[in-house]
């Protein structure tokens, strides 16, 4: 049974740029300044994002 997963452009955006991340097309530098975080908090981000997934 397929699952939809309703989120805001916000959340897709930083759903993106985390997969940048992960593919290594973007670092955690340039993705805090994309997403006007601090780096802490895009760490914080990857880690939510490998322990629970997208």
């Given at each position: 049974?397929?699952c939809?997963?309703t989120?805001?452009?916000?959340?897709?955006?930083?759903?993106e740029v985390?997969q940048?991340?992960?593919?290594?097309?973007l670092?955690v530098?340039?993705a805090a300044?994309?997403?006007g975080?601090?780096r802490?908090?895009?760490?914080r981000l990857l880690?939510?994002?490998?322990?629970?997934?997208?």
């Amino acid at each position: 049974m397929p699952c939809l997963i309703t989120m805001s452009q916000k959340e897709l955006h930083r759903l993106e740029v985390v997969q940048k991340i992960r593919d290594l097309r973007l670092s955690v530098v340039q993705a805090a300044e994309l997403l006007g975080l601090s780096r802490s908090q895009v760490h914080r981000l990857l880690q939510a994002y490998d322990r629970d997934g997208p």
